[in-house]
């Protein structure tokens, strides 16, 4: 993998909210066809991260590539050239339909027979959007926002997919579920994603490869296989030895 | 009983030009969450292109509305980058766009007072205003009646473009949240200019019906003030609510004008909302629905 060229790379990347520096040289690369996570603690830089990528905040320094080629700063063109986000806290527009939310993730294509075969797809992955494809999207569950939330991003037909925090305030039994979605995604799409996450574990059973953030820097990279079974890794995010 | 129903096709008229005006002020709120003081000042552009397209280039009301309309439109986009993007990409205060609207709205009128001069002018008489027998029940004007048809046009319109087109997608989704309608590929810098567009154009419709109603003149744009009032009884940001809290106010002060006296209309317009703003400070049509986290 090492000698092909990423899809997504990130390097060096700076980002401040006035005084405070949120990220302090954030590199990361993303192949084509994996998932890539990023865990932390609260306030690592996580969600900092992907709004950067999304330019939705400012970059002090750095460079963010895609397929090599420097990624533009404004939002809409960062989503037209092929990068899509889950937000954090899910963002569905709560009084559009979960139909008229799909249309909206779609936005930048122009072709219609393309939108509506997308929208196969993500009905296909996700059934329970279909069924209730009329219904408000502030009226469904945290769990049903959520697969919302990721069908939306998938709409624009992404060459990534990000996802900040699928899992949170969810249910175990609901999180395994979408996390098993996810694997399908990846897999029946061949959707490149990089996640993050401060549900570590999770995480790191979903992704191939994984990257520690901690206030603002990569501390730890590797195999999430590897990572998962890392005795600092264990007793810093995973909550201490569990057998 | 000719007189209630007169006096009730009066004040649906009336209201329905308040309608066309709240709503796009409404609509401008909505996205960018701020009161747009010079939302006024579109309509007195609005009128005084139509004004002088009949007048100095001698076309007809068609030409001089159409010019009108889209003058206006383009005028509220104007004022829009002029005077609000560099204040939003700066700063999520939205009270420096209230301010700085309320400097436009004094830009743009005095840019009249001393073009133009302040004098009243009367469009020339190109808009029927003959009375007309509605259906035998009472006698109307045809201005009314016009005014009337004009106004549920141009708002169907707006209903058809929200509801089936994907800018107008797009602009309900912002009106939810502008930040995330952005990270859906949404150019926010054009979806704001097309609200403007839309906006400043329905002013413009509202300004040639009330130059007529009360003759032109810079400080007309005052009168968007009830059209405020209008959108906050009906729930501030709702386009529902802008339209039937426009339709209550024109019927309230017909009513009043009609029964009791002319003087106490506008008496009766600040009363309504006192009285909203303490029994349902969010309107009539206050934005309720949550998102869960
Ligand atoms: N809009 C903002 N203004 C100022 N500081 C901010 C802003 N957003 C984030 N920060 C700060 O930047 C740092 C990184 O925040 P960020 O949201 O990226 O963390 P995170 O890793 O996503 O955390 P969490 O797991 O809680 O979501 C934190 O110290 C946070 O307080
Ligand atoms: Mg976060």
Same mark, same amino acid.
């Given at each position: 993998?090492?000698?092909?060229?990423?899809?997504?790379?990130?390097?060096?990347?700076?980002?401040?909210?006035?005084?405070?520096?949120?990220?302090?040289?954030?590199?990361?690369?993303?192949?084509?066809?994996?998932?890539?996570?990023?865990?932390?603690?609260?306030?690592?830089?996580?969600?900092?991260?992907?709004?950067?990528?999304?330019?939705?905040?400012?970059?002090?320094?750095?460079?963010?590539?895609?397929?090599?080629?420097?990624?533009?700063?404004?939002?809409?063109?960062?989503?037209?050239?092929?990068?899509?986000?889950?937000?954090?806290?899910?963002?569905?527009?709560?009084?559009?339909?979960?139909?008229? &939310?799909?249309?909206?993730?779609?936005?930048?294509?122009?072709?219609?027979?393309?939108?509506?075969?997308?929208?196969?797809?993500?009905?296909?992955?996700?059934?329970?959007?279909?069924?209730?494809?009329?219904?408000?999207?502030?009226?469904?569950?945290?769990?049903?926002?959520?697969?919302?939330?990721?069908?939306?991003?998938?709409?624009?037909?992404?060459?990534?997919?990000?996802?900040?925090?699928?899992?949170?305030?969810?249910?175990?039994?609901?999180?395994?579920?979408?996390?098993?979605?996810?694997?399908?995604?990846?897999?029946?799409?061949?959707?490149?994603?990089?996640?993050?996450?401060?549900?570590?574990?999770?995480?790191?059973?979903?992704?191939?490869?994984?990257?520690?953030?901690?206030?603002?820097?990569?501390?730890?990279?590797?195999?999430?296989?590897?990572?998962?079974?890392?005795?600092?890794?264990?007793?810093?995010?995973?909550?201490?030895?569990?057998? | 009983?000719?007189?209630?129903?007169?006096?009730?096709?009066?004040?649906?008229?009336?209201?329905?030009?308040?309608?066309?005006?709240?709503?796009?002020?409404?609509?401008?709120?909505?996205?960018?969450?701020?009161?747009?003081?010079?939302?006024?000042?579109?309509?007195?552009?609005?009128?005084?292109?139509?004004?002088?397209?009949?007048?100095?280039?001698?076309?007809?009301?068609?030409?001089?509305?159409?010019?009108?309309?889209?003058?206006?439109?383009?005028?509220?986009?104007?004022?829009?980058?002029?005077?609000?993007?560099?204040?939003?990409?700066?700063?999520?205060?939205?009270?420096?766009?209230?301010?700085?609207?309320?400097?436009?709205?004094?830009?743009?009128?005095?840019?009249?007072?001393?073009?133009?001069?302040?004098?009243?002018?009367?469009?020339?008489?190109?808009?029927?205003?003959?009375?007309?027998?509605?259906?035998?029940?009472?006698?109307?004007?045809?201005?009314?009646?016009?005014?009337?048809?004009?106004?549920?046009?141009?708002?169907?319109?707006?209903?058809?473009?929200?509801?089936?087109?994907?800018?107008?997608?797009?602009?309900?989704?912002?009106?939810?949240?502008?930040?995330?309608?952005?990270?859906?590929?949404? &150019?926010?810098?054009?979806?704001?200019?097309?609200?403007?567009?839309?906006?400043?154009?329905?002013?413009?419709?509202?300004?040639?019906?009330?130059?007529?109603?009360?003759?032109?003149?810079?400080?007309?744009?005052?009168?968007?003030?009830?059209?405020?009032?209008?959108?906050?009884?009906?729930?501030?940001?709702?386009?529902?609510?802008?339209?039937?809290?426009?339709?209550?106010?024109?019927?309230?002060?017909?009513?009043?004008?009609?029964?009791?006296?002319?003087?106490?209309?506008?008496?009766?317009?600040?009363?309504?909302?006192?009285?909203?703003?303490?029994?349902?400070?969010?309107?009539?049509?206050?934005?309720?629905?949550?998102?869960?986290?």
């Amino acid at each position: 993998m090492e000698d092909k060229m990423p899809i997504l790379s990130v390097k060096n990347l700076f980002v401040n909210y006035g005084a405070i520096q949120a990220l302090k040289g954030v590199d990361l690369d993303v192949y084509a066809g994996e998932i890539v996570a990023v865990i932390g603690a609260n306030g690592a830089g996580k969600s900092t991260m992907m709004s950067a990528i999304m330019g939705d905040v400012p970059r002090a320094g750095g460079d963010i590539l895609l397929d090599g080629k420097p990624l533009p700063s404004k939002s809409f063109q960062v989503v037209t050239a092929g990068i899509s986000l889950s937000p954090e806290g899910r963002k569905v527009f709560a009084p559009l339909t979960v139909y008229e &939310n799909l249309q909206m993730g779609a936005f930048p294509l122009k072709d219609r027979s393309l939108v509506a075969e997308q929208l196969k797809k993500v009905y296909h992955l996700f059934p329970r959007l279909e069924e209730r494809q009329g219904q408000y999207a502030g009226t469904l569950s945290g769990g049903e926002q959520q697969m919302l939330a990721i069908g939306r991003a998938l709409m624009a037909m992404p060459r990534v997919l990000l996802l900040d925090e699928p899992s949170l305030g969810l249910a175990p039994i609901i999180i395994s579920e979408i996390f098993k979605e996810l694997t399908e995604v990846n897999q029946l799409l061949g959707m490149t994603i990089l996640i993050v996450e401060q549900n570590a574990r999770k995480a790191l059973l979903l992704s191939n490869r994984a990257y520690v953030l901690q206030t603002g820097k990569i501390i730890m990279e590797g195999d999430s296989k590897e990572l998962l079974y890392n005795p600092e890794i264990e007793e810093a995010y995973l909550g201490g030895k569990k057998k | 009983m000719d007189m209630i129903i007169q006096q009730v096709i009066n004040g649906l008229s009336l209201g329905s030009v308040y309608a066309l005006i709240a709503v796009g002020y409404s609509l401008v709120y909505s996205i960018l969450l701020f009161s747009n003081f010079a939302h006024g000042g579109f309509l007195v552009i609005g009128g005084y292109i139509c004004y002088f397209v009949l007048k100095g280039a001698g076309m007809n009301i068609w030409t001089a509305s159409f010019a009108a309309l889209i003058g206006a439109g383009i005028s509220a986009v104007i004022v829009e980058r002029l005077a609000y993007k560099p204040i939003r990409e700066r700063t999520p205060v939205t009270l420096y766009m209230l301010i700085a609207s309320l400097g436009m709205s004094i830009v743009i009128e005095n840019i009249f007072v001393v073009t133009v001069g302040g004098r009243f002018r009367a469009l020339p008489p190109v808009i029927p205003t003959q009375p007309v027998n509605f259906f035998g029940l009472a006698t109307t004007s045809a201005f009314d009646l016009l005014s009337l048809v004009t106004a549920i046009v141009f708002l169907a319109g707006l209903q058809l473009f929200l509801s089936k087109t994907k800018w107008g997608l797009a602009i309900r989704a912002a009106s939810y949240n502008l930040r995330t309608a952005g990270l859906m590929g949404v &150019n926010v810098n054009r979806l704001i200019s097309i609200v403007f567009f839309v906006a400043g154009l329905l002013a413009g419709v509202g300004g040639i019906f009330l130059s007529v109603r009360y003759t032109l003149y810079p400080q007309l744009g005052m009168i968007t003030t009830k059209a405020f009032v209008a959108a906050v009884i009906g729930g501030l940001g709702s386009l529902p609510g802008a339209v039937v809290g426009s339709l209550i106010l024109g019927l309230a002060e017909m009513l009043t004008a009609g029964f009791i006296s002319s003087q106490f209309r506008d008496l009766v317009v600040f009363g309504l909302l006192i009285v909203t703003l303490i029994v349902r400070p969010t309107g009539l049509f206050g934005k309720s629905v949550g998102e869960k986290v």
